[in-house]
């Protein structure tokens, strides 16, 4: 999986950003300075930045400037949200440019992206020989093609990208198919079983009492 | 139109309408006075040969005794014959106008003759003959026993012509004259207008949003006069402009630095409590993130109550009641207490016993606290901060000293702006919400006094103020 250096000067922000991408299987180093993130940047190859603007010291812009000619992938991750502060960004050659507050799941989706388009990431997650290309938005088992309903396929994305991770019902509900859910998430259980018959995933997508859903890891 | 171009304009009509006027009466009277000349002299002229012919026909007369009227024309045409010369004829009639003899080269206009014979009496006629103006005079031949009248013609075309010349001589002239004047009038209108050339550039220049425009204009007249006043206007807008342009920074920074401010809690609450919300998390990632959550909270919610505070103040009359400096001093002692324990600084308070100030308690104590925070953030580690109070007359001056970091020259006029830091970094491990000295700042003002700040850096920052003593 990529290596990828947080830099944020907010201890709680490199704390849930190091958290959200170690259990998207990230390996991850932290720096919460300019100094610090050139020391490791000099050090190590990264396969992406996750760069902050205000920093003390040598600040998101310097550093970007700084690390350009090494072609590591750049996200701006601000709370400067300006339409100019966004463009700035993006002409300093960052590959995107995320405001914060930011969505987990979205900016895992985003970091992919990045990775998939410089070539530092596959194009597709995997679990239990099941493979689903994000490009293509297909599903194949063992090689063979599973047809998928888009719900479906969205559901299953969610769980992959959380695989070995209780998730709860409701949020679920919300986090695959961006609405709120309303009172019962029959819908969520019937695609789920919908998932496990096209799949045979009977034992992998495991029912957690009182929480939801989860897909086990794998042994 | 130009005013330059109106003013040569102007000039050079007023000139012409001069010239012509005068250069007409002029040759007019010029005229007048030569052909009178003229006149008169013809006149003169003819009763001359009039009274020659007259004396040469009585003298023949008497000689030949013959007064037959046949024998009068023939002498007077070889008396006439003898006066012939260029520019003047002579011709002589009968009583009933009948032509004895003419030596005139043209033929004389008989009706003319015939008006001037019936009249009966001498007189001259100016008419034109061929075009050219001839002066005719008739009169009665005296001493002969016949109607007889000696006619002069005259040609006056020299009179006339010199008319001509003199008009066209002045016309050249006064083209010429003109011309000489529509270019002097046009550098002098130039010369006269440049200044306002300048102020029109000037202004356009302000026009444009180039405030630093100045009209140079540096004449002692009216013009230079307005253009020192135009000066002072277009300073006064300059400040004005400056002024609202930092005020729109102000709130412009001020927004931005707020956004950022609570962006950056929400954005740690938000993704924790997702987290929690979506996932089964364990125990310790549990306490870690809901740790997380009420920490950035606290801070919002610190950052709200002195926003809350810095415009709620302002609103509402306060009233400054006599308060011993040294219950405030206790209070504020107390509430950065923890702040100095962790710290490893100390802070020496001066005593303030029997010191009574006209002060809002609770405000003063926030505003002193805020100072002394600052004051604790900037001092190195083993170091004092000093609260420190010295009386001026009826003025109490407080003062918090420390031996820090310093606040760079530039930048302690903006200290007291919203979320303005010295320091970008933005390093805030502190708590600090940003707004603390905007927030002092506030709380001076309401107390009919303001932060003076003075720093060096690397050496230290005095930030004082003054209340006043209650007697």
């Excluded at chain 2, 810095?310 to 207490?337: A, C, H, W």
Aim: proline share 2%.
């Amino acid at each position: 999986m990529a290596y990828i250096l947080v830099v944020d000067d907010e201890d709680a922000i490199v704390e849930l950003l190091s958290l959200t991408l170690q259990q998207a299987g990230y390996r991850c180093d932290t720096a919460m300075d300019g100094n610090t993130a050139a020391t490791l940047i000099d050090k190590n190859e990264y396969d992406l930045i996750l760069l902050d603007i205000m920093l003390p010291e040598i600040d998101g812009y310097d550093l970007m400037q700084y690390l350009a000619p090494t072609g590591t992938p750049v996200i701006f991750l601000t709370a400067k949200s300006t339409v100019a502060d966004r463009i700035k960004g993006l002409r300093m050659g960052a590959d995107d440019y995320i405001t914060k507050p930011f969505d987990a799941q979205e900016l895992l989706a985003r970091i992919e992206s990045v990775l998939r388009r410089t070539g530092r990431g596959a194009n597709s997650l995997t679990a239990f020989s099941v493979s689903l290309n994000l490009d293509a938005k297909t599903v194949t088992q063992n090689g063979k093609v599973v047809l998928l309903t888009p719900r479906e396929l969205a559901l299953l994305e969610v769980l992959m990208r959380n695989q070995g991770i209780a998730l709860y019902r409701d949020t679920l509900f919300e986090k695959a198919w961006g609405e709120e859910p309303n009172d019962d998430t029959r819908t969520l259980d019937v695609n789920i079983m919908r998932l496990r018959k096209k799949l045979n995933w009977f034992s992998q997508i495991r029912t957690v009492h009182k929480v939801g859903y989860l897909l086990e890891k794998e042994p | 139109m130009k005013y330059a171009y109106k003013l040569s304009l102007i000039i050079i009509v007023m000139l012409a309408l001069v010239l012509s006027i005068s250069g007409y009466f002029t040759i007019s009277n010029n005229f007048k006075v030569s052909l009178n000349a003229r006149i008169e002299q013809n006149i003169s002229q003819h009763y001359l040969e009039c009274y020659a012919l007259e004396a040469e026909l009585a003298a023949r007369i008497q000689r030949f005794e013959d007064t037959t009227a046949q024998n009068v024309s023939d002498t007077a045409r070889t008396i006439a014959v003898h006066t012939n010369t260029t520019g003047r004829w002579q011709a002589l009639y009968g009583g009933d106008a009948v032509l004895h003899y003419a030596n005139t080269p043209f033929t004389i206009d008989a009706a003319a003759i015939q008006t001037m014979i019936a009249s009966g009496t001498p007189g001259y006629l100016l008419t034109k003959q061929n075009g050219s103006p001839l002066m005719m005079l008739a009169t009665k031949v005296q001493n002969v026993n016949t109607d007889l009248w000696f006619i002069s013609f005259y040609d006056v075309a020299s009179v006339f012509n010199e008319r001509e010349r003199q008009v066209s001589f002045t016309l050249q002239m006064n083209v010429l004259v003109l011309a000489v004047a529509t270019l002097a009038a046009g550098l002098a209108s130039y010369w006269f207008t440049r200044p306002m050339q300048k102020l029109t550039q000037a202004s356009n220049h302000i026009a444009a949003g180039d405030y630093t425009a100045r009209s140079e204009v540096n004449t002692n007249d009216e013009i230079g006069e307005l253009s020192d006043n135009f000066n002072y206007m277009a300073e006064a807008v300059e400040n004005q402009v400056e002024e609202l342009n930092l005020s729109i920074q102000q709130r412009k920074d001020f927004v931005t630095a707020f956004s950022h401010e609570i962006k950056t809690p929400m954005t740690a609450i938000i993704g924790y409590s997702d987290m929690l919300r979506f996932q089964q998390t364990d125990a310790e990632t549990q306490r870690r993130a809901i740790r997380f959550i009420y920490r950035e909270a606290s801070r919002l919610e610190a950052l709200s109550q002195k926003l809350l505070l810095l415009m709620g103040i302002s609103e509402e009359e306060l009233v400054l009641k006599p308060t011993e400096l040294n219950l405030i001093f206790r209070d504020v002692m107390q509430s950065i207490y923890p702040l100095t324990q962790n710290s490893g600084i100390s802070v020496n308070v001066m005593a303030a016993d029997d010191i009574l100030v006209l002060a809002d308690r609770d405000l003063i104590a926030n505003l002193l606290r805020n100072l002394l925070i600052n004051a604790i953030n900037a001092e190195a580690k083993g170091h004092t901060v000093l609260l420190r109070w010295q009386q001026q007359d009826n003025l109490c001056e407080i003062s918090v000293q420390d031996t820090g970091k310093g606040i760079p020259e530039e930048e302690i006029s903006r200290i007291v702006e919203p979320f303005y830091r010295v320091d970008k970094a933005r390093a805030k491990m502190d708590g600090g919400t940003g707004i603390g000295l905007t927030l002092s700042q506030k709380i001076a003002l309401l107390h009919q006094t303001s932060l003076q700040i003075q720093s060096e850096v690397r050496v230290g920052t005095t930030v004082s103020f003054c209340l006043q003593i209650h007697e």
